[in-house]
C-alpha cells in the first residue's frame, strides 16, 4: 500500500530528499505523498525510507491504497524503466 503523511508532520523535510520516486512534495500544511508513485521503497530498499528518517513517525501506511508486492514491483517497472530491481 501507498504511504500517506499524517498531520503529525513538521515540515522538516527529511522525506522528501529520502524517497527515491520522488513522490513527496511539500503540501501546505505538511508534506504529501504522491500515491501513483508511492513504492514503498520496493524495488530500492528493504524498509520504506521516509518512514525511517522521519522525526516523528508521520509516514504511515494507507490502508485505502492496499497493494500486493508484486503491484509495487509493477509500478516500480514503470516509473523506473530498464531499472533493475534490488531486494
Known amino acids: 500500500m501507498a504511504f500517506k ?3 503529525a508532520c513538521i515540515m522538516c523535510g527529511s522525506c522528501e530528499y529520502e524517497c527515491p520516486n520522488e513522490a513527496i512534495s511539500e503540501g501546505d500544511d505538511l508534506y504529501i505523498i504522491d500515491p501513483d ?3 514503498e521503497c520496493v524495488g530500492f530498499f528493504g524498509t520504506q525510507q521516509c518512514a525511517d528518517v522521519c522525526p ?3 509516514p504511515v501506511p494507507d490502508p485505502d491504497r492496499e497493494e500486493t508486492r508484486e503491484e509495487l514491483l509493477a509500478k ?3 516509473l523506473n524503466p530498464g531499472k533493475t530491481p534490488k531486494a
Open 76 to 78: 516500480f517497472a514503470k
Open 37 to 39: 508513485k508511492c513504492t
Open 5 to 7: 503523511i499524517t498531520d
Open 56 to 58: 516523528e513517525g508521520a
